[in-house]
């Protein structure tokens, strides 16, 4: 049985204990949300609580808000790098959180070759403590604040569903799907696919089975 640094039951080991990632099989995992920067508005950060705990067993705690650190900024694009703000939280994490998301309303990038500075939705590695989504980008063609705001509890689920350790997934309209770098995808996603909900299982994660705060797309 292998326990990690916080000493969460991972791997197959976790199953046997209750379904999810809690140590001793009654604390659910907390995932704390890290807002950072004064400009994003109280109901985006309603919104990613309520996606998280409509989709996965877990506590879900707010941070007080943080300023962007300056070492992420990048000037040339007057924008904050995403790799170094999963830096900034993994250090900043509570000892008692087992995942960070930070959230901020600003444009975030990272390098994707060839591009040297690419500007992004989210970033995550797959099982780290830290991820990162912004809403810069959801805002693009929405309907409406509400349409944005959903796109970008979307993007929470997605997020952290990498550090659970789902990888993209191709099933189509699976909100593990690839977005390829545009929000627009997103506009046609709902749930986790079965394959997703099966692989977070086994896992040791837990689903709520909740409703999503979003519409059921239309079928075409
Ligand atoms: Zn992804
Ligand atoms: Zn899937």
Known sequence: MRVDRRGWLIGAAA????????????????????????????????????????FYEVEVVVLPRAD???????PKRKRYRAEKLLDFLTERAPKSAHRVLGITAVDISTSKPPHEDWGV??????GNTACV????????LARNAEHARQRFGKVAVHELGHTF?????PT??????????????????YDLCTRCR??????????????????????K
């Open 15 to 54: 199953v046997l204990v209750g379904g999810h990632a809690g140590a001793g099989g009654d604390e659910l995992p907390r995932v704390a949300l890290a807002t950072l920067g004064g400009t994003l508005p109280e109901a985006d950060v309603a919104m990613v609580k309520t996606a998280l705990l409509a």
């Open 68 to 74: 962007l650190p300056k070492q992420a900024y990048y």
């Open 121 to 126: 939705i989210g970033l995550a590695n797959m």
């Open 133 to 140: 989504i912004s809403s810069f980008r959801c805002k693009r």
């Open 165 to 169: 350790g789902l990888p993209h997934c």
């Open 172 to 189: 189509k309209d699976c909100l593990m799907q690839d977005a390829k770098g545009s929000v627009l995808t997103s506009d046609r996603e």
């Open 198 to 219: 099966q692989m977070l299982i086994r896992r040791g994660y837990g689903l709520s089975g909740g409703t999503p705060p979003w519409p059921e797309p239309k079928p």
